[in-house]
């Protein structure tokens, strides 16, 4: 009868999340923008650029932006897009599992750029807009890898000038990284 009940007793199964994962496996990270400074007729942007050759995919989990002023504005989302501006690679960024020495370092940029002409991105996806109230963080984390980053392309949130006055923000992005497979052996 003990070994009819050890051979039929129900299994362990742990269930990760895919960022806990990912973490663990050190190709988990999470990083900020600089500081994103527009308004005055001025427009700005925020993104995470997957580099031509960078030999991963990159899978968004989360997003935040916070809106240091008195000012509400709009945030939309693009995928894909040329982004105008001159732009800054923050390196505000950190692996998710920092247990690993030495730890992982990512391979997708965190880019901004701060009080460009009206000009918006070119090409690529308009996808969503959101509305990022005054003194307040949006935070957006049910992403779970649903966008897939490919090389040579980007997850961005515009930023449209509120009008007269000045905002200043910070984007913090999570996501993970997967190295693309090229074995085409079937």
């Given at each position: 009868?003990?070994?009819?009940?050890?051979?039929?007793?129900?299994?362990?199964?742990?269930?990760?999340?895919?960022?806990?994962?990912?973490?663990?496996?050190?190709?988990?990270?999470?990083?900020?923008?600089?500081?994103?400074?527009?308004?005055?007729?001025?427009?700005?942007?925020?993104?995470?650029?997957?580099?031509?050759?960078?030999?991963?995919?990159?899978?968004?989990?989360?997003?935040?932006?916070?809106?240091?002023?008195?000012?509400?504005?709009?945030?939309?989302?693009?995928?894909?897009?040329?982004?105008?501006?001159?732009?800054?690679?923050?390196?505000?960024?950190?692996?998710?599992?920092?247990?690993?020495?030495?730890?992982?370092?990512?391979?997708?940029?965190?880019?901004?750029?701060?009080?460009?002409?009206?000009?918006?991105?070119?090409?690529?996806?308009?996808?969503?807009?959101?509305?990022v109230e005054p003194n307040q963080t949006?935070?957006?984390?049910?992403?779970?890898?649903?966008?897939?980053?490919?090389?040579?392309?980007?997850?961005?949130?515009?930023?449209?000038?509120?009008?007269?006055?000045?905002?200043?923000?910070?984007?913090?992005?999570?996501?993970?990284?997967?190295?693309?497979?090229?074995?085409?052996?079937?």
């Amino acid at each position: 009868m003990n070994s009819f009940i050890k051979e039929n007793a129900p299994k362990e199964v742990v269930v990760l999340s895919d960022a806990v994962y990912h973490s663990y496996l050190g190709s988990y990270f999470l990083g900020q923008t600089d500081m994103i400074c527009f308004g005055g007729s001025y427009n700005a942007w925020g993104a995470l650029v997957n580099p031509k050759g960078s030999n991963i995919n990159m899978f968004l989990n989360a997003y935040t932006i916070s809106n240091f002023s008195d000012e509400p504005f709009t945030a939309e989302g693009w995928l894909s897009s040329t982004l105008p501006g001159e732009s800054r690679i923050s390196r505000n960024f950190a692996a998710g599992n920092q247990a690993i020495s030495p730890p992982s370092l990512p391979r997708v940029n965190i880019m901004s750029a701060s009080n460009i002409t009206n000009n918006t991105p070119i090409g690529g996806v308009y996808t969503f807009t959101r509305r990022v109230e005054p003194n307040q963080t949006l935070t957006k984390h049910d992403f779970q890898g649903m966008y897939t980053i490919p090389p040579g392309s980007s997850f961005a949130l515009f930023f449209s000038s509120p009008g007269k006055e000045h905002v200043q923000s910070r984007m913090a992005f999570g996501w993970w990284e997967e190295r693309i497979n090229h074995d085409c052996r079937y």
